[in-house]
């Protein structure tokens, strides 16, 4: 946004100037007349100028909304043009409802680029990487199709239900990832500086230690000495692991054996297939057509496996084939796939039957995480409280013993 200093007279004839803020010169003539202020002479203030562009050019392209905060501004943005408000002043809502600085900054770089003629996927596109492809290719069907309000709608509902996705499956997660993480390190530590100095009392003794004492001792003894070498190759392994992984070929070996690992593929396929069977129902229900949908809503696709699969689908379709019968060809995705689709190819509803698919795979992996959960606990709870058994096992046998051979 920048300032401009005015001349000019009212509808009176009185003579009036002033400073107003607006995103260009064309657009803050427009503004005034919508004032009934009639301009004589308008100029640009340089300081203020030069000042917008820095911040446009600190700012564009670095601001990152996630899903949750994304889905709200869309949500918000729609509602306003539903109720017939301007554009325009509908960035401005959005600018003064943001809490963060940066998001302000970015409504209001969008509202400048629209006051200027730009259209709202153009302006989008300005910000980088903040407005995924996806959401500016339904923003632009929107504007031609003069629903904007309506896509947003349908915008906001698929963002909302994939934050909704990902937060529930992050919340399945947390728990057995941070219960292990503390039960492993209160393992170490226990092994590593209380065992040795209770192991050196029973030395100590000169009795014959049984088994489990010595398998303790031993244990305790390697990882005192050489436990940070075992950290340093485990470093090791995992880097090399990863830039493996960055590899094409790397890439598709280990996203292929993520898939065959049992339970946990198929969340993984069930995952991958909920979102692109949602995205692909969505960009179609708001008019994108097939062939562009399906290229976007493979670039969605996060495991190389599936992502190559969905490309050759979508160059056999571009060849007149079957969508249904590709995508049961190809295996990768679960039947119920390739049957609703055939359904939707046969009935005209392909959008409709893609996002009942998506419903389904988020019913599965509500349930499937749900049993993993509750079965994950007590079997960790039990891993735990054997090893610690062993532990006070090992550390007390010597104990009685001795007390044995004193009575």
Not at 267 to 288: D, E, H, M, P, Y
Not at 327 to 344: H, W
């Given at each position: 946004?920048?300032?401009?200093?005015?001349?000019?007279?009212?509808?009176?004839?009185?003579?009036?100037?002033?400073?107003?803020?607006?995103?260009?010169?064309?657009?803050?003539?427009?503004?005034?007349?919508?004032?009934?202020?009639?301009?004589?002479?308008?100029?640009?203030?340089?300081?203020?100028?030069?000042?917008?562009?820095?911040?446009?050019?600190?700012?564009?392209?670095?601001?990152?909304?996630?899903?949750?905060?994304?889905?709200?501004?869309?949500?918000?943005?729609?509602?306003?043009?539903?109720?017939?408000?301007?554009?325009?002043?509908?960035?401005?809502?959005?600018?003064?409802?943001?809490?963060?600085?940066?998001?302000?900054?970015?409504?209001?770089?969008?509202?400048?680029?629209?006051?200027?003629?730009?259209?709202?996927?153009?302006?989008?596109?300005?910000?980088?990487?903040?407005?995924?492809?996806?959401?500016?290719?339904?923003?632009?069907?929107?504007?031609?199709?003069?629903?904007?309000?309506?896509?947003?709608?349908?915008?906001?509902?698929?963002?909302?239900?994939?934050?909704?996705?990902?937060?529930?499956?992050?919340?399945?997660?947390?728990?057995?990832?941070?219960?292990?993480?503390?039960?492993?390190?209160?393992?170490?530590?226990?092994?590593?500086?209380?065992?040795?100095?209770?192991?050196?009392?029973?030395?100590?003794?000169?009795?014959?230690?049984?088994?489990?004492?010595?398998?303790?001792?031993?244990?305790?003894?390697?990882?005192?000495?050489?436990?940070?070498?075992?950290?340093?190759?485990?470093?090791?392994?995992?880097?090399?692991?990863?830039?493996?992984?960055?590899?094409?070929?790397?890439?598709?070996?280990?996203?292929?054996?993520?898939?065959?690992?049992?339970?946990?593929g198929n969340i993984v396929r069930s995952i991958a297939t909920a979102r692109f069977s949602r995205t692909l129902?969505?960009?179609?229900?708001?008019?994108?057509?097939?062939?562009?949908?399906?290229?976007?809503?493979?670039?969605?696709?996060?495991?190389?496996?599936?992502?190559?699969?969905?490309?050759?689908?979508?160059?056999?379709?571009?060849?007149?084939?079957?969508?249904?019968?590709?995508?049961?060809?190809?295996?990768?995705?679960?039947?119920?796939?390739?049957?609703?689709?055939?359904?939707?190819?046969?009935?005209?509803?392909?959008?409709?039957?893609?996002?009942?698919?998506?419903?389904?795979?988020?019913?599965?992996?509500?349930?499937?995480?749900?049993?993993?959960?509750?079965?994950?606990?007590p079997v960790m709870i039990l891993v735990m409280g054997t090893v610690i058994g062993f532990i006070v096992l090992a550390v007390l046998l010597p104990i009685f013993q001795a007390s044995q051979g004193l009575?």
């Amino acid at each position: 946004m920048a300032l401009f200093d005015y001349t000019g007279f009212d509808q009176k004839g009185k003579n009036t100037k002033g400073t107003i803020e607006a995103g260009g010169k064309r657009a803050a003539l427009e503004k005034l007349r919508r004032q009934d202020i009639y301009v004589s002479n308008i100029t640009e203030q340089r300081r203020r100028r030069s000042e917008s562009k820095l911040a446009q050019f600190m700012h564009t392209g670095s601001v990152r909304l996630n899903t949750a905060e994304l889905a709200t501004s869309t949500r918000l943005l729609a509602t306003l043009l539903e109720a017939g408000v301007p554009l325009d002043e509908s960035l401005v809502y959005l600018a003064e409802q943001s809490e963060k600085g940066a998001h302000r900054r970015l409504f209001e770089q969008i509202r400048a680029s629209v006051l200027q003629g730009i259209s709202l996927h153009k302006a989008m596109e300005e910000q980088g990487k903040t407005f995924p492809q996806m959401y500016r290719h339904m923003v632009q069907v929107g504007e031609s199709s003069g629903s904007l309000d309506k896509v947003l709608m349908r915008l906001a509902d698929f963002l909302e239900e994939q934050a909704r996705l990902k937060s529930k499956t992050l919340a399945a997660l947390a728990y057995p990832a941070l219960m292990a993480l503390v039960g492993t390190g209160v393992l170490l530590f226990l092994v590593t500086f209380v065992v040795p100095k209770v192991t050196r009392m029973l030395t100590d003794m000169g009795q014959t230690l049984p088994g489990p004492t010595r398998f303790l001792i031993a244990t305790s003894d390697f990882l005192s000495a050489y436990g940070w070498i075992c950290l340093l190759l485990l470093g090791l392994g995992i880097a090399a692991l990863l830039r493996y992984r960055t590899t094409a070929k790397g890439r598709l070996k280990l996203d292929g054996l993520i898939l065959k690992v049992p339970l946990f593929g198929n969340i993984v396929r069930s995952i991958a297939t909920a979102r692109f069977s949602r995205t692909l129902g969505t960009l179609l229900q708001s008019g994108v057509p097939l062939l562009q949908a399906l290229e976007i809503s493979n670039s969605l696709l996060q495991n190389s496996c599936l992502h190559q699969s969905m490309a050759r689908c979508s160059k056999a379709v571009r060849e007149g084939a079957s969508l249904a019968q590709q995508i049961r060809e190809a295996a990768l995705f679960p039947p119920l796939m390739a049957q609703m689709t055939a359904i939707g190819e046969r009935s005209g509803n392909i959008d409709t039957m893609l996002l009942k698919v998506a419903d389904n795979q988020e019913r599965e992996i509500d349930i499937t995480l749900g049993g993993l959960l509750s079965l994950l606990e007590p079997v960790m709870i039990l891993v735990m409280g054997t090893v610690i058994g062993f532990i006070v096992l090992a550390v007390l046998l010597p104990i009685f013993q001795a007390s044995q051979g004193l009575g």
